[in-house]
């Protein structure tokens, strides 16, 4: 997500002429947004992102189910309860 962030400044910097960024080609401006592409393909293809989602979904279930037990008075943590107020 940087990456594409990156881009879109490089470019907004390059079409106002801000800068080193004016002096440089549009296709070293471009760059970010195929490094980008690669990134997503790799990502997906090692499984990164599937473990993100994963590991997302897991803390997601664990508070969940902590505040359901501190709803009912049955919390297992000792100091009380995990959110903040």
Known sequence: MWLLVVGLAAIALKYFEVGFVAGLDWWI???????????????????????????????????????QRDALG?????????RKP
Request: zero cysteines.
């Open 29 to 67: 401006v471009l760059l970010p947004f195929p490094a980008a592409a690669l990134w997503w393909a790799f990502a997906d293809w090692s499984g990164y992102t599937a473990r993100r989602a994963m590991e997302r979904d897991d803390a997601r279930r664990e508070d969940r189910l902590e505040r």
């Open 74 to 82: 049955l919390s297992t943590r000792r100091g009380g309860s995990r």
